[in-house]
């Protein structure tokens, strides 16, 4: 386990999203101050929005690339052919991993919004045994390849 992806774990455990605590792990490396990272991400995790669709940590690190190589306002057509790039790269890479970006999927159909899904979340053990390892490979991918 790398510094940053054992730091986006320690914070994800210690209560923050996925989405979170991906992009705020490149924090530095990306001159974006914690506080405003923690913001940018915090509608992204479990899923956006506990909805369960593209995994937190993989839009957390779709954030990173953005913020890395996106098309700002001085950036022409390549910066985001170079963007998208990236985050096909992320996004396959992270699939061959663990079969699949989709929450409910990885999370074997635990509906999060639900009391019974919060049950079995806890009880399967899902946040140490399923999503910490995600936040971890996302980091590992980006590491890799930004």
Known sequence: MSIKSDRAVQKFLGGYSCAQSVFSS????????ENTALKLACGFGAGMGMKEEVCGAVT??????????????????????KTYAKTRELMERFSEKHGT?????????????????????????????????????VVEILEGIT
């Open 60 to 81: 957390g690190g779709i954030l990173v690339l953005g913020a890395a190589y996106g098309r700002g306002t001085h950036d022409d057509r390549k910066a985001t052919e």
């Open 26 to 33: 490149f924090c530095d490396d990306l001159h974006i101050d």
């Open 101 to 137: 970006i989709i929450c409910r999927r990885l999370l074997g159909g635990c509906e999060l919004m639900t009391e019974e899904g919060q049950r079995q979340f806890k009880e399967k053990d899902l946040l140490n045994k399923v999503c910490a390892p995600c936040v971890q490979t």
